[in-house]
Each structure stands twice: as C-alpha cells, then as structure tokens.
C-alpha cells in the first residue's frame, strides 16, 4: 500500500511539474463549458439539471483521457526509467494500480473543477443532487474506463501517438458499440446473443443509464469491471513487454 | 554466505538470436566484477537478467540467496542496479528523484533524509539537487544514477557502465568510491573499458557471442598475452639493417628466449624477445646489450597486456570460443 502511495505520488506530481495539466484542465473545462452553452442548450432548455453537461462527457473523454493515458507506460520505455522502475522493489501490480490512480485522480481533479456548473444549476433552480452526484461519479468511473484503456494500450509502446491513437480508436468503439451505427452492423447475420453482448459494452449506454438518474448498480459495476480488466490486461503487457 | 551473487545457466534467445548461452558465475562479498565484452557481445541482456529485469529463457540468478524471479521483492530489496544508459525521470530533480527512490526503498523520516544526503555526498551531487535532471550534463546524470543505486547501501551492487560519459577525474572518483565499497559488497560492473578493468576489478570474465570466454584476474588474464614477461629493447634511432638482424639472432640464442620478434610502434623499432615460461633473460640480454654495445634506447619487460588479450579473445572465430 506504501508503494502504491509512493508510486502514486510520484505519478501525479509529474503531470504538474510540466505545463500537461495545466493544459489539459484548462482544454477540458473550456470545451465543457462550451458544449454545454451552446450545442447543449443550457439556458433554453430552462430545466435544472446538468444533462447538458454530462451527455458530452463521452465524446471528451475519447480524446482527452487517451491523451493522458499515452504518457503512462510509453514515456518510460522511450526514457529507458522502466528498466530503472521494474527493477526497484515494487510489484508490476503496484506499478500498474499507483500509475492508474495517480492519472483517474488527476481526472477527478478536472472534473471536480468543473463545480462552477453545479452552483450555477443551483442558483438557477433547484435540480436532484443525488442524480448529479451519481452523474458525477459515473463520468469519472467512465474516465477510468477509457484510462485503463490508454494505460494499457500504453504499455504496448514506446510512442505516445500511436498510445494515443490506438486508444482513442478503442475507446470509440466501446462507446458507441450500442449504438445503430454498430448494431445495424452486425443485425442480420450475427446471433442475438453476440448482438446482446456487443450492445452491452457500449459506454455510452451506460453512462446514459446513469445520468437520467436511473441510478442501477450494475452499471457502476460495469465501468468498474471494465476498469479491473483492462488494469489486469496492463499488467500483462508490462511483463510481457517490458523489456522490448 | 559469502556468494552474494550466483547465476547459474542463464541463457536469453530473442527470437532466432542466442544472445546469452549458458552463462555461469559467482560473485563473493569483497569481490569487484568486470565484465568485459565487446558491444553487442550479451553484456547489458546478462546484467537485465541477473536484476531481474528480463526474463531469462533457462537458468536462473539469486542475489543473496533470493532468486530473483521466485522472490523478486526479496531479491531486489537487496540490490542497487544503475541500468545502462543511467535513466531517470527527466523531469525531476535529484531531490524529488532520490526522495522517490528511497520511499520505495521503504525509508522514512529522518532515515529517508540521512541516506539521501550520504548519497548525495557519496556521489557528489550538491549544488545540482534542484535542477531538472534533464538539464544536467551527462556527467552529474550519471551521478544520478549511481546516488539511486547506492542509496539504500546493498549488498549487492551491478552497474552497466558505470563511467561511461564521466571525464578522467570523475571517472577516477567514481574507481575510488567503488574500492571504498567493495570490501563488504559484491560488485559486478560491465565496461568496455580495460584501464577500469585493471584499476578496480579484482575478477574480469570476458564474454563474446553470449558465452564467458575467459574468467580470471586482471592480471591472469594479461598473462595470456604471448608478450607477458617479454624483453622488449626499443632501438635507438634507424640502426643498420644488418646490425639489428645480428642482434635478433644474439638474443634468440640466449636461455630461456623462445623467439624474438622485430616491431615498429609509433616511429619507433622495438626487438621483443618472448621468454619460455617461468625463465627470466632480462639481465642476461641487459649485459649483452652493454657489453656489444647495442644502439638500445631502452630495455623493459612487458607484462602483457589486457587490450590484447582481449582483441585475441573475443575476434577469435566462434568455434574456438
């Protein structure tokens, strides 16, 4: 636990000893606000809740958080300090788990900037908190979700664009899998059940689920589930790769 | 236990490629290692194995009794490793870098802060500790490195080229601090340079295409050289051709002189005469010189030497390594 601490720490610091966060949070919290003005139609809609906010989270993520995630791995295979990290006394596990929740935090961190937004919903009316908290926690489980996607992806390279690039791709797909687009794709020819399957990954579903306020625990089980295996794929790229 | 290191077996395959065949050795406390090689000879993939970086494809390597793949933590605890190259996080400095390194290294406190400093002051690193490490010249990032291996002061100590990048005096630093270390540590370095060699090694094994093909002292490996215990008589300027002929055949018919050979070095005409093993002609072609009068600058004995050894070794076809 004091590794993981300890690697954490280190982790979160990088991000802002470089102008990356600062970047990143400002970017973030500009296209949030953005989207929700003015292609969300905040104010026209003239009810309390933060359903403008939140619907664009999905398509923020899938290029924000790869770009946080590409750095994880691939930045220490290019700088060679994964040799000098694996060799210290820490498990690839908590190598793995500190480097994951060092970047979701520092997720946590933009999105909690964005609190401006729920004091202005208040002011305005009086919205349910308890669907935007449970909001609020599944965009950030959704972070974590495409996260474990970047880190791992990560891990395969030592070149953050292509980390970037195949992430974001993967991402896309997980979040719009139950959508026409890929269902359309697959109806007609594939069994239902595999249609069922596919449909289920979808993030975007999910997340949906839960911002209308429908607050299920299966879809908080599926971001986490979706986070636990892609950490535990992460960890066996790191050990299978490492050294390449 | 004395044998802090022990590999045993270890063979690397990448592929189609047998880049470590079946290498074995142990390193005692007290012991400073130097493995020699030339570049691309299995070096750096062995001492990855050995800190339980790569896997190895068979064979295995245990520091302090811990093999460092079934107790890696155990085994890893017990070990300062400098990786080639020297990497650390370019964008912290020496201060957040070390004090990252010994939270893993499970100090704290006060004990985090007096391992730091002896460190920082072993490998002279004061006056840089808030700079980027990105920023320092090569030869402090080195020094970086070496403070992170040292910090935690291991039993077992492996460095990949530990000088490479340091000028003469830090490098001749550096030799100090690893002969102040060694009596209670067992050291492995890998180096390319043989001058390193002969000044802090107590063992060298060099390695060629994967395998140890010599293990040894410095100085038993110089002995290999056919020019150990030679006499070598530099000439003084262009003597007749006759002359130095006449003399060749003098010395070869001395006891104890195997056979004399005729080179040139830097301008420079030398007679070696190569002694049979264990004999001893100096004195003898020393009077003889005196007594005919040869036109000799200087008369020495050579004690071989380890660059040769090396060249003959490791050029030498595989078949014969």
């Given at each position: 636990?004091?590794?993981?601490?300890?690697?954490?720490?280190?982790?979160?610091?990088?991000?802002?000893?470089?102008?990356?966060?600062?970047?990143?949070?400002?970017?973030?919290?500009?296209?949030?606000?953005?989207?929700?003005?003015?292609?969300?139609?905040?104010?026209?809609?003239?009810?309390?809740?933060?359903?403008?906010?939140?619907?664009?989270?999905?398509?923020?993520?899938?290029?924000?958080?790869?770009?946080?995630?590409?750095?994880?791995?691939?930045?220490?295979?290019?700088?060679?300090?994964?040799?000098?990290?694996?060799?210290?006394?820490?498990?690839?596990?908590?190598?793995?788990?500190?480097?994951?929740?060092?970047?979701?935090?520092?997720?946590?961190?933009?999105?909690?900037?964005?609190?401006?937004?729920?004091?202005?919903?208040?002011?305005?009316?009086?919205?349910?908190?308890?669907?935007?908290?449970?909001?609020?926690?599944?965009?950030?489980?959704?972070?974590?979700?495409?996260?474990?996607?970047?880190?791992?992806?990560?891990?395969?390279?030592?070149?953050?664009?292509?980390?970037?690039?195949?992430?974001?791709?993967?991402?896309?797909?997980?979040?719009?899998?139950?959508?026409?687009?890929?269902?359309?794709?697959?109806?007609?020819?594939?069994?239902?059940?595999?249609?069922?399957?596919?449909?289920?990954?979808?993030?975007?579903?999910?997340?949906?689920?839960?911002?209308?306020?429908?607050?299920?625990?299966?879809?908080?089980?599926?971001?986490?589930?979706?986070?636990?295996?892609?950490?535990?794929?992460?960890?066996?790229?790191?050990?299978?790769?490492?050294?390449? | 236990?004395?044998?802090?290191?022990?590999?045993?077996?270890?063979?690397?395959?990448?592929?189609?490629?047998?880049?470590?065949?079946?290498?074995?050795?142990?390193?005692?406390?007290?012991?400073?290692?130097?493995?020699?090689?030339?570049?691309?000879?299995?070096?750096?993939?062995?001492?990855?194995?050995?800190?339980?970086?790569?896997?190895?494809?068979?064979?295995?390597?245990?520091?302090?009794?811990?093999?460092?793949?079934?107790?890696?933590?155990?085994?890893?605890?017990?070990?300062?490793?400098?990786?080639?190259?020297?990497?650390?996080?370019?964008?912290?400095?020496?201060?957040?870098?070390?004090?990252?390194?010994?939270?893993?290294?499970?100090?704290?406190?006060?004990?985090?802060?007096?391992?730091?400093?002896?460190?920082?002051?072993?490998?002279?690193?004061?006056?840089?500790?808030?700079?980027?490490?990105?920023?320092?010249?090569?030869?402090?990032?080195?020094?970086?490195?070496?403070?992170?291996?040292?910090?935690?002061?291991?039993?077992?100590?492996?460095?990949?080229?530990?000088?490479?990048?340091?000028?003469?005096?830090?490098?001749?630093?550096?030799?100090?601090?690893?002969?102040?270390?060694?009596?209670?540590?067992?050291?492995?370095?890998?180096?390319?340079?043989?001058?390193?060699?002969?000044?802090?090694c107590t063992r060298a094994i060099i390695?060629?295409?994967?395998?140890?093909?010599a293990d040894g002292t410095p100085a038993a490996l110089a002995a290999r050289d056919?020019?150990h215990?030679?006499?070598?008589?530099?000439?003084?300027?262009?003597?007749?051709?006759?002359?130095?002929?006449?003399?060749?055949?003098?010395?070869?018919?001395?006891?104890?002189?195997?056979?004399?050979?005729?080179?040139?070095?830097?301008?420079?005409?030398?007679?070696?005469?190569?002694?049979?093993?264990?004999?001893?002609?100096?004195?003898?072609?020393?009077?003889?010189?005196?007594?005919?009068?040869?036109?000799?600058?200087?008369?020495?004995?050579?004690h071989g030497?380890l660059?040769?050894v090396?060249?003959?070794?490791?050029?030498?076809?595989?078949?014969?390594?």
């Amino acid at each position: 636990m004091r590794t993981v601490w300890t690697i954490f720490r280190r982790e979160l610091g990088a991000y802002f000893v470089t102008p990356v966060a600062y970047v990143f949070i400002v970017i973030f919290l500009v296209l949030a606000g953005t989207l929700t003005f003015f292609m969300g139609n905040f104010f026209d809609r003239s009810r309390a809740d933060l359903q403008p906010f939140f619907i664009f989270h999905p398509w923020l993520y899938l290029f924000l958080v790869p770009a946080i995630g590409m750095r994880l791995w691939a930045e220490e295979r290019k700088t060679g300090t994964i040799e000098l990290f694996l060799t210290l006394p820490l498990t690839t596990g908590q190598a793995v788990i500190g480097k994951f929740l060092a970047a979701w935090v520092f997720c946590g961190i933009a999105l909690l900037l964005t609190f401006p937004m729920w004091i202005t919903v208040n002011y305005l009316g009086s919205p349910d908190n308890g669907v935007i908290l449970a909001s609020y926690l599944g965009s950030w489980l959704m972070a974590g979700s495409f996260l474990a996607v970047g880190a791992a992806i990560s891990a395969l390279t030592r070149n953050q664009v292509i980390a970037f690039v195949i992430a974001a791709t993967i991402c896309f797909i997980l979040t719009v899998s139950g959508t026409d687009m890929v269902l359309g794709f697959l109806t007609g020819w594939a069994p239902q059940p595999v249609i069922d399957a596919v449909a289920s990954f979808s993030f975007l579903q999910h997340f949906l689920a839960v911002m209308r306020g429908v607050i299920d625990l299966k879809d908080f089980i599926f971001f986490a589930s979706m986070i636990l295996a892609f950490l535990y794929a992460n960890a066996i790229i790191v050990e299978l790769k490492k050294a390449e | 236990m004395s044998e802090l290191i022990a590999i045993d077996g270890l063979t690397k395959w990448f592929g189609h490629i047998h880049a470590v065949q079946d290498v074995s050795f142990t390193v005692e406390r007290g012991e400073v290692l130097g493995f020699l090689g030339p570049n691309g000879a299995g070096k750096s993939t062995t001492m990855k194995m050995v800190a339980g970086f790569l896997q190895p494809t068979s064979g295995t390597a245990s520091l302090c009794g811990f093999d460092v793949l079934e107790q890696p933590i155990a085994a890893k605890r017990r070990m300062g490793y400098l990786p080639e190259g020297a990497p650390a996080y370019p964008d912290m400095t020496p201060t957040g870098f070390l004090g990252f390194i010994a939270s893993i290294r499970g100090f704290s406190g006060s004990e985090k802060n007096k391992r730091i400093a002896l460190a920082v002051e072993r490998a002279n690193l004061k006056g840089v500790m808030h700079q980027p490490i990105e920023t320092l010249s090569k030869g402090y990032k080195r020094r970086v490195g070496l403070a992170q291996a040292l910090l935690h002061d291991p039993p077992v100590l492996i460095m990949d080229e530990p000088t490479d990048g340091l000028d003469p005096n830090q490098k001749h630093e550096v030799r100090t601090l690893i002969e102040e270390m060694a009596p209670d540590k067992a050291i492995v370095i890998s180096t390319h340079l043989l001058e390193e060699v002969e000044a802090v090694c107590t063992r060298a094994i060099i390695i060629a295409h994967g395998r140890i093909v010599a293990d040894g002292t410095p100085a038993a490996l110089a002995a290999r050289d056919p020019w150990h215990n030679a006499v070598s008589l530099t000439l003084a300027a262009n003597p007749a051709p006759e002359l130095v002929a006449r003399m060749s055949a003098q010395i070869a018919e001395i006891d104890g002189v195997l056979m004399v050979e005729e080179v040139e070095e830097s301008g420079r005409r030398r007679l070696v005469a190569r002694i049979v093993t264990g004999a001893n002609a100096l004195a003898e072609i020393g009077a003889q010189a005196r007594n005919r009068n040869w036109p000799v600058a200087e008369i020495r004995l050579e004690h071989g030497r380890l660059d040769k050894v090396f060249r003959d070794i490791t050029t030498a076809p595989r078949a014969a390594a």
